[in-house]
């Protein structure tokens, strides 16, 4: 069997083929594929709010790819962001969606046109080609494509979707210390769909793939520095039945208000009170909210007040972590005057979050280093 280090390498290696080896035309950190055995890493730094390159660094590569994470790294993500799901045979891969016609060439694939369905999901009917319904050797036949018409194309086809255990290798394999931050993503639809034959639960395969690797340990304590992790989910039962299985720090994930929650059909207001954040804290370090629930817009693009959830969450001891930072003009508020810098200002030095999920790592990196004023992590 290859070891993390190989495993790595021939992800780097399988890109740079694919790809053309093209170079980044930009300033890097460094540190991604393929660290020297032996050699002591620089830690993760813990004094400033955490950069996490959601699905990679998915505003330039297709997302939740080797590219997109490797990219990430050598752009100086703190950690990486995956949302991990199961195939039809029980494995585990990272996949946003549970339906692959967004960002795959799956519907080029006529092999697999029978393969389209309706079925039920967190709530409502959705119609596409599940990814629940196909093995990982199927799975590894697609190709991966950007989401966004808008964002760079010119990679798409390059990238095949990557297990769990891919993207772990990923992380540990970098030159410096990574965290990761793997989502368990629609347990409750998984849990319908897939069955393992040990009777295992989806929740159960997902610890164990992280503590087979090496993972575990509280918050801040030495096993958690070396190999740094944060469990996330928008499902709380998910997170508590999880507690059982590994001390590592969660994040409960909080969805938009209009959205129940997928496993007890809760509301946003119900999840978001002081007896329910009095309840969590007691299975999760912190929350993961979508960034317009904490600060929410108004109808003619700007800001209005921001409401009590962070403060309410830090006089619990619970860290915050909102999604989703976007560059494009598309996703900034008229506030922010179309200056990435000055979203991130506002996020980090007047809400006060503890970390922040960018579809751009490389530009959080950039203003974490341009205001650090000579701090060190």
Not at 38 to 54: C, D, S, V
Not at 173 to 194: H, L, T, W, Y
């Amino acid at each position: 069997m290859a070891s993390p280090c190989m495993a790595a390498a021939m992800l780097v290696l399988a890109w740079c083929a694919a790809s053309g080896g093209v170079a980044v035309a930009r300033p890097l950190v460094g540190g991604g594929g393929g660290g020297e055995a032996g050699k002591t890493k620089a830690p993760l730094q813990t004094m400033r709010a955490y950069n996490i390159a959601h699905r990679g660094s998915n505003g330039e590569l297709p997302e939740e790819t080797a590219a997109a994470y490797l990219r990430a790294i050598d752009e100086g993500a703190d950690f990486i962001e995956a949302d991990v799901t199961a195939t039809k045979d029980g494995h585990l891969v990272c996949f946003h969606d549970t339906t692959l016609d967004d960002t795959t060439d799956v519907a080029d694939h006529p092999e697999f046109a029978g393969r389209r369905r309706t079925l039920e999901v967190q709530w409502a009917n959705l119609t596409g080609f599940f990814i629940t319904d196909f093995t990982l050797a199927e799975l590894k036949t697609l190709r991966v494509k950007q989401r966004y018409a808008f964002r760079d194309r010119s990679h798409n086809g390059e990238s095949r979707i990557i297990t769990f255990d891919e993207f772990i290798d990923i992380a540990v394999s970098a030159e410096r210390v990574v965290g990761i931050d793997p989502e368990m993503k629609n347990p409750v639809f998984v849990n319908k769909q897939v069955r393992w034959a040990d009777g295992k639960k989806f929740e159960d395969k997902f610890v164990a793939a992280l503590k087979r690797r090496g993972y575990g340990g509280r918050y801040m304590s030495p096993a958690w520095r070396a190999m740094p992790l944060f469990i996330q989910s928008f499902a709380a039962t998910s997170l508590i039945y999880a507690a059982d299985l590994i001390d590592s720090p969660k994040v409960f994930l909080i969805d938009d208000v209009g959205v129940r929650t997928e496993d007890t059909n809760q509301s946003y207001d119900e999840i978001t009170s002081d007896e329910y954040l009095d309840y969590m804290r007691e299975y999760v370090v912190g929350v993961g909210p979508w960034k317009d629930t904490v600060v929410p817009p108004t109808r003619d693009n700007k800001l209005a007040a921001p409401t009590d959830l962070v403060a309410r969450a830090h006089a619990r001891g619970m860290q915050v972590h909102p999604y989703t930072y976007r560059n494009e003009n598309q996703f900034l508020h008229f506030n922010f005057r179309q200056d990435p810098y000055a979203e991130y200002d506002y996020w980090i030095n007047d809400v006060a979050v503890d970390g922040l999920y960018t579809d751009f790592p490389a530009s959080l990196r950039r203003y974490q280093e341009w205001t650090a004023t000579g701090r060190k992590g």
